[in-house]
C-alpha cells in the first residue's frame, strides 16, 4: 500500500478539524498505514501568481508519490477554509491531485454539520481531477464531540470517522491497485502497486 497523505487544511490554533483527523490518523496506523501529515499551522505557502515555497514543493511531492488523500476543513461562514483553498491551489497545474482518491472531513460548531463547506470543497477537488469518495463525514457540534484533551467522546462521530479511513483503503485496494497493476502488467514494468495484489 503507497502512503496516505493527510491534512488538516487550517492554520486556527487549537482547532478541532486536527482532532477529528487525529481519529482518521489512528484508524489508517491501525490498519498498518502510516499516513504523512500536514497541519496547515506549520505550512508557509504563496498565493498564486508567486513562486512556490519549500513547504508548497514537499506539500506536492508528498500527494504526487501517495495512493490517496485525506483533507479536512472547517466550515466558515457556509464555505470550506481560505486556507484549505490556498493549500490546493499550491499543489500545481496539473494539480498533485488529480487521479487521486480523496476522502473529505468536514467539522463545524452548529447543528447542520460541515454539509455546505463539503459540497463546494467537493466540487473543487473533483474539478482538479481528483476522484472523491462518497461518504464524506461532517462533524456537526464539533465542540462536544471531543473533550479538552482533544479526545473523541461521541462515539457515532468516532465511528464515522474511523469509517472513512477504511473506505479510502478500501477503495484503493480494490479499485486503484488492481488498474495500476493490470497496466504495468501489459507494459511488462514492475511497480510497487504490482506487489499489493
Known amino acids: 500500500m503507497r502512503a496516505i497523505v493527510s491534512i488538516s487544511a487550517t492554520s486556527r490554533p487549537d482547532n478541532y478539524t486536527a482532532r477529528a483527523l487525529a481519529v482518521v490518523n489512528d484508524e489508517l496506523e491501525r490498519r498498518e498505514v502510516s499516513p504523512t501529515v500536514f497541519d496547515a499551522r506549520e505550512l508557509s505557502l504563496s498565493f498564486p501568481g508567486h513562486p512556490p515555497t519549500d513547504d508548497a514543493k514537499r506539500l506536492q511531492a508528498a500527494i504526487e508519490g501517495a495512493g490517496g488523500v485525506v483533507i479536512g476543513t472547517p466550515e466558515y461562514h457556509g464555505g470550506f477554509s481560505a486556507m484549505t483553498k490556498l493549500i490546493i491551489e499550491n499543489l500545481g497545474f496539473p494539480s498533485a491531485l488529480a487521479g487521486k482518491p480523496v476522502a473529505l472531513v468536514g467539522v463545524a460548531a452548529g447543528r447542520i454539520g460541515a454539509i455546505k463547506s463539503l459540497e463546494q470543497l467537493r466540487g473543487v477537488c473533483s474539478h ?49 491497485c488492481p488498474k495500476y497493476a493490470l497496466e504495468a502488467m501489459v507494459r511488462g514494468e514492475d511497480t510497487p502497486w504490482t506487489s499489493t495484489i
Open 128 to 176: 482538479v481531477g481528483a476522484i472523491v469518495l462518497p461518504g464524506a463525514v461532517s462533524v456537526a457540534g464539533v465542540r462536544a464531540a471531543f473533550d479538552e484533551a482533544g479526545h473523541c467522546t461521541d462515539e457515532g462521530v468516532e465511528d464515522a470517522l474511523r469509517g472513512i479511513a477504511g473506505s479510502l483503503l478500501e477503495f484503493i485496494e480494490n479499485y486503484i
